[in-house]
């Protein structure tokens, strides 16, 4: 055996190994190599080192590809975390920008506040706010409920203030909200008003009311000083001063 082709043996090898050599230089390595020791141990040295490279390549490009899967999985549930997210703000902030339209705040409140669906209604309504007064049959039950559109970037009514009232029972109740234009009067009418004016300097109005109907009213607080009128023409006192608390 030369060395000649020992050398040239050992240069062929690794195409060998690789499977890319032709037949006949196939069968002349392999002729070779069952004659030649040193190019067989050549052989099984590079073999051996070729397979541990590959499987070492393998168990990398495995881990690679199982971090970049990781790290895909990772960003693909934080976006869908981040999209929840800002989903769910602008629904919230959506929901909270929406109130209710006019022609739907009675049904709401007797809706949200469990109203007897027996009780009657009496209610006033301008652009700032909506005043309701439910009532049962014997006039004395009752349950109001106030609404306002509020000044903010938002559409419809809200709900403000609701429930029962010693005044509304029992003389006029009154209720008016910071930063509100508007306030409502309230009343189960006990002491059987029958006239409300509204005067300032400029201006009086006069209001009509049943004497025996409950009655709610939503006014501009610079509207004026209000007194009550009974059938009679005389001013009914509500027990306390109901314009002192402007
Ligand atoms: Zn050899």
């Known amino acids: 055996m030369s060395k000649i082709d020992c050398n040239l043996i050992k240069d062929l090898l690794p195409l060998y190994i690789d499977d890319v050599v032709s037949d006949a230089t196939k069968k002349l390595i392999e002729q070779h190599m069952l004659e030649c020791e040193e190019c067989k141990r050549e052989f099984e040295f590079l073999q051996k080192d070729c397979v541990t490279l590959v499987d070492t390549d393998v168990i990398s490009l495995k881990k690679i590809k199982k971090n970049i899967l990781v790290k895909n999985t990772a960003t693909a549930i934080f976006c869908v975390f981040l999209t929840i997210l800002i989903l769910v703000n602008g629904f919230i902030f959506f929901r909270d920008s929406i109130g209710v339209s006019l022609s739907n705040i009675e049904a709401d409140a007797r809706s949200s506040q469990k109203i007897d669906v027996n009780y009657d209604v009496v209610s006033d309504s301008t652009d700032t706010m909506s005043a309701m007064l439910f009532y049962g049959e014997n006039e004395k039950n009752h349950t109001f409920s106030i609404y306002v559109n509020r000044p903010s970037l938002s559409f419809g009514y809200f709900y403000r203030s609701g429930g029962g009232a010693g005044n509304i029972e029992l003389s006029v109740f009154r209720e008016s909200y910071q930063g509100y234009d508007d306030y409502a009067i309230l009343s189960m009418n006990q ?43 005389n001013v009914v006192d509500l027990g306390y001063d109901f314009n002192s608390i402007f």
Not at 195 to 220: G, Q, R
Request: avoid cysteine; glycine fraction near 4%; aromatic fraction near 12%.
């Open 191 to 233: 002491l059987q008003i029958a006239e409300m004016i509204v005067a300032n300097d400029e201006l009086s109005t006069t209001y009509k009311i049943d004497s025996t109907k409950p009655f709610a009213f939503v006014l501009p607080i610079d509207s004026g000083t209000v007194t009550f009128y009974d059938v009679d023409g």
